[in-house]
């Protein structure tokens, strides 16, 4: 059964200092893994798509690399404004169309 | 990317009424996806939305209570049934993007029953 872990489950981190979320995953032939940003009472917003070992995207303070069990999402010296839940997603060979959510990583930042 | 809109963006409702919610996509997409998130938790999908088909429900969804239509290629409506509080959750649309397997999602609509 597809399956996607997310830690930590929530990450309280100071203006400027980085840190990493993760995402794990058990799939069965991966199309894709997908990082979202989810604020408050609205819907989620794309981030990222990833779809092989050793690929790496970026945007602005975030990066997210993939390897064949886990990926992580970087956030690199960030702001208030990055304050979320980010969601990790994936989506199998054998599930057509049926994205795999965790249950999402809430990141708060403080200046 | 597609723009989603949902209507409404909230609403209260009383228990055993039924609510529908709609769904506009400003360019057509051959597949919808209906999720729902209940509180403090993560997306889990409803149902996939097919133009000119019917809807294909998961394992724990049912059509009698969860009833959508398709009658285009840019909208879709999900009904919620006979509501009762457990049915308090975010409703959000999704489609996929036509050259990769990207989903877009809806701003949600938050419902509340009592």
């Known amino acids: 059964e597809d399956q996607v872990t997310q830690s930590p489950e929530a990450l309280r981190l100071q203006e400027g200092e980085s840190s990493s979320l993760n995402c794990s995953y058990t799939v069965s032939g991966l199309r894709g893994l997908f990082w979202y940003r989810q604020d408050p009472g609205k819907g989620p917003e794309f981030l990222f798509t990833?779809?092989?070992a050793g690929e790496e995207k970026e945007k602005e303070r975030l990066k997210a690399t993939l390897t064949k069990k886990e990926s992580f999402l970087h956030i690199t010296a960030p702001k208030p404004e990055d304050s979320a839940t980010y969601l990790c997603a994936v989506l199998g060979s054998y599930n057509t169309d049926k994205l795999i959510f965790g249950t999402g990583t809430r990141l708060q930042v403080f200046p | 990317s597609a723009v989603i809109s949902q209507k409404p963006s909230r609403d209260i409702c009383q228990r055993g009424t039924s609510l529908t919610i709609q769904c506009q996509v400003d360019?057509?997409?051959?597949?919808m996806f209906w999720y729902r998130q209940q509180p403090g938790q993560s997306l889990t999908l409803i149902a996939t939305?097919?133009?000119?088909?019917?809807?294909?429900?998961e394992s724990g969804f049912v059509i009698d209570k969860f009833p959508i239509s398709r009658p285009n290629l840019t909208f879709s409506t999900l009904t919620v049934s006979n509501m009762s509080p457990e049915d308090s959750s975010i409703y959000l649309c999704s489609v996929p993007t036509e050259s990769t397997d990207t989903q877009y999602f809806g701003p949600g609509t938050r419902l509340t029953v009592l």
């Open positions: 990833l779809y092989s």
């Open positions: 939305a097919n133009q000119g088909s019917e809807a294909t429900y």
């Open positions: 360019s057509q997409v051959t597949m």
